[in-house]
């Protein structure tokens, strides 16, 4: 911590809005590119609305595939936003402040992202407003008891939480550009502050209702992907899915790919906003060291469903894992999995000098990401694949342009999505970075004085 | 109109030591229920339509390769269809209630309600739902072939075994107009009309449809024989679809059917 210098009030401003009043030529560059791979996956997806299932790799028995592991890995990124900004406020830790809006930004661009995918999943995209419990006159409610209806409950009511929290979050900040925007901007700010003046009073009331969001989005934070879960754990014709053991499973993975989601863009803010001041080492050390437990806890998940799955020794089950970790080409995906998901990162994050070098950080949270969605991919489509012992029915599965297109656009997406949020609000919270410097204190240890941290109001 | 409506509940005893798997009964269930023609390209994609489908395991073939002597491996052949379970798993999972169970004791898809989010053929253990990949469509000269009392699908939603349902109503309609239960010979493919096509079709007589609510129907009976079992039991689907294991004269144990 000794590495964090003192800042005044108008740096904190000058340095964090500058993304938003000036249009550096790489954004330009960035957001062409990025417009050009998200054009070509919302036409794929057009094409694959247009032409129905048969132009992608889907099969008789892998009816759920690409398209399905890519919702589940976005949906497991969101879980970074409640779990940076909820828990880690709530605990009070310190490091968390620059990390949390770009967490819950990204939260809110890859559940969109995330509920994309379902939507292009289904046969009928034009019917998919009947998962919805509305009646548009045919008389009948959804079923509650599908696990399909309990998704779109769960990601909205999540979507809604994280959008209000990011923006109770951020009306300090609105302000602070509304007063400095000129022209037809001066309007937009001023509309979305709602009148924010930085009185006592407000601040109190958007103190208590960060911390009120922060408790009542925490059961949001466990039901979402336990809930995700839960599209495969009810399915009791797959045996490779069936396990109760899903919901804390996907939970633990989902904080476990999004926190590094989320050191892959606080790297990537450093470099691109030059923001060295603000997203230090150590965040990236307090993150590591989270997500070094995280990990280990997740692996403890991953060996539970393995060892529980196969001391029942069912025909079924062994030869879903014998296809999942034996068989080629999974075996070498279980590899790739075992090694980019759990050895690389984990024993690397135990080390403090590679939790401070900032592009060693950002490599591992690329890799953590390889091996979730790898996780997913190896439990949804391998788990059709063997679904029951009746081996007259077992098949394969190998992705189509189609599908492989839209997923890899889905990336773009995100992308995208931040990009242009950068350009309209700061990503680093400006109100959250002051309150830091203000209540930052040095205390004299020895002979040194060092910064400390006193406890937020 | 307040009918004399009476309960059934269909089933189905298969009994595989008659089964000779011929396919009659799919080609039968692919003219009865204006099934897409399944061309090889389908097949090869895994993507074929059949709501019955003769599985074909080979017995002892390992064991055979390795010894080079291939006259003791047998053929063994098992019908499966939708088992229309009691407790079926498709169910509860589609979110927009297209599938259901009826008080007949049928599982029934409604096509208009579907959406197609598959969720209900992965969470069927005997794989017997079928997705519409692509618009089905049929040769100009098969345009007459078409059954007019059955819906066709359209691309994008799923389709399974009704037990005929086209067949049973028409029956039903007749138990109206006549105001009494019909005889359940009259839906025994043996000697009855309302049958579902497989049953009618089968030559030797192995799929056997009836009211398993008659305690006397031939169904009910064969249903009670001691060789009987139930596809996948294990998962407790409970279904309506009865096996009978097939007699192994070689056989010295009950490990095979």
Redesign the interface.
């Known amino acids: 911590m000794q590495e964090r210098v003192p800042l005044t009030e108008r740096e904190v401003n000058r340095d964090l809005l500058r993304p938003v009043f000036t249009t550096p030529l790489w954004w330009w560059a960035a957001v062409g590119v990025l417009s050009v791979a998200v054009a070509a996956g919302l036409g794929s997806a057009l094409y694959l609305a247009i032409n129905g299932f048969g132009v992608t790799g889907y099969n008789r028995p892998v009816m759920w595939a690409f398209l399905l592991v890519n919702f589940v890995f976005w949906v497991g990124i969101s879980h970074a936003g409640i779990m940076l900004s909820a828990i880690l406020r709530l605990t009070q830790a310190e490091w968390r402040r620059p990390a949390t809006r770009a967490a819950e930004v990204l939260t809110i661009f890859s559940l969109l992202t995330a509920a994309q995918m379902p939507l292009w999943h289904v046969g009928r995209v034009w019917r998919i407003y009947w998962v919805f419990p509305y009646d548009f006159g045919r008389g009948i409610w959804p079923n509650v008891r599908s696990p399909l209806i309990w998704d779109p409950s769960a990601i909205f009511t999540y979507l809604t939480s994280t959008i209000l929290f990011v923006y109770i979050a951020m009306l300090p900040d609105i302000a602070v550009i509304r007063d400095r925007a000129t022209g037809w901007r001066q309007g937009f700010y001023g509309v979305l502050a709602m009148g924010w003046r930085g009185t006592p009073r407000q601040w109190h009331l958007q103190a208590v209702s960060g911390i009120l969001l922060s408790a009542i989005i925490l059961p949001i934070f466990v039901s979402v992907h336990s809930i995700v879960s839960w599209d495969f754990g009810v399915a009791v014709a797959v045996e490779g899915w069936h396990a109760t053991v899903f919901a804390p499973y996907f939970v633990i993975g989902a904080v476990w790919s999004g926190v590094a989601g989320v050191i892959t863009l606080m790297a990537l803010m450093r470099w691109l906003f030059k923001a060295e001041k603000y997203i230090r080492a150590e965040h990236f050390d307090g993150l590591g060291k989270l997500l070094s437990v995280v990990g280990i806890g997740w692996w403890f998940f991953t060996l539970m469903e393995i060892i529980f799955s196969l001391y029942s020794k069912e025909a079924a089950e062994v030869s879903f894992r014998t296809l999942q970790m034996f068989t080629w080409p999974y075996n070498m995906l279980f590899i790739l999995f075992f090694l980019t998901g759990f050895v690389f990162p984990v024993t690397l994050f135990l080390s403090r000098t590679v939790r401070h070098n900032i592009a060693a950080m950002f490599w591992i949270s690329i890799f953590v990401n390889i091996g979730m969605w790898l996780e997913r991919y190896m439990i949804i489509v391998p788990g059709l694949m063997r679904k029951q012992g009746l081996t007259f029915t077992w098949g394969s599965y190998s992705p189509g342009a189609t599908e492989t297109i839209l997923v890899g656009s889905t990336f773009a997406m995100v992308a995208l999505g931040l990009l242009i949020f950068s350009k309209f609000f700061p990503l680093i919270p400006l109100s959250d970075a002051k309150e830091g410097e203000v209540l930052r204190h040095e205390i004299q240890v020895g002979k040194v004085k060092v910064p400390a941290i006193i406890r937020e109001a | 109109m307040v009918t004399t409506r009476v309960r059934h509940k269909w089933g189905m005893v298969v009994d595989l030591d008659r089964c000779t798997g011929c396919q009659a009964c799919v080609v039968a269930c692919q003219a009865e229920n204006n099934i897409p023609i399944n061309l090889e390209q389908h097949f090869l994609?895994?993507?074929?339509i059949e709501w019955i489908r003769i599985?074909?395991?080979w017995e002892g073939l390992e064991e055979a390769e390795k010894t080079g002597d291939l006259s003791k491996v047998k053929a063994r052949f098992i019908p499966?269809l939708c088992q229309h379970c009691e407790n079926a798993?498709c169910e509860?999972?589609?979110?927009?209630?297209a599938t259901y169970h009826n008080n007949e004791g049928l599982n029934v898809q409604i096509y208009n309600?579907?959406?197609?989010?598959?969720?209900c053929?992965?969470?069927?253990?005997?794989?017997v739902r079928?997705?519409?990949?692509?618009?089905p469509t049929w040769p100009e000269s098969l345009h007459n072939q078409l059954n007019p009392h059955v819906t066709v699908r359209t691309?994008?939603?799923?389709e399974k075994c009704t037990f005929c349902v086209q067949r049973l109503r028409k029956g039903g309609r007749k138990e109206v107009q006549e105001g009494k239960r019909l005889d359940d010979k009259e839906f025994d493919a043996q000697s009855g009309m309302f049958a579902p096509a497989c049953a009618r079709a089968c030559p030797t007589d192995t799929l056997v449809f009836g009211d398993m609510n008659d305690p006397n129907s031939r169904v009910s009976t064969m249903a009670k024989d001691n060789r009987n079992y139930k596809l996948?039991a294990s998962?407790?689907?409970e279904p309506n679809v009865i096996y009978l294991k097939k007699v192994d004269l070689d056989a010295s144990d009950a490990a095979t059917h």
């Open positions: 994609q895994r993507r074929a599985e074909r395991y499966i798993p509860p999972v589609c979110p927009v209630y309600r579907c959406i197609g989010t598959r969720y053929v992965n969470n069927c253990p005997y794989q079928f997705f519409n990949f692509w618009q691309r994008g939603i799923m996948l998962i407790g689907t």
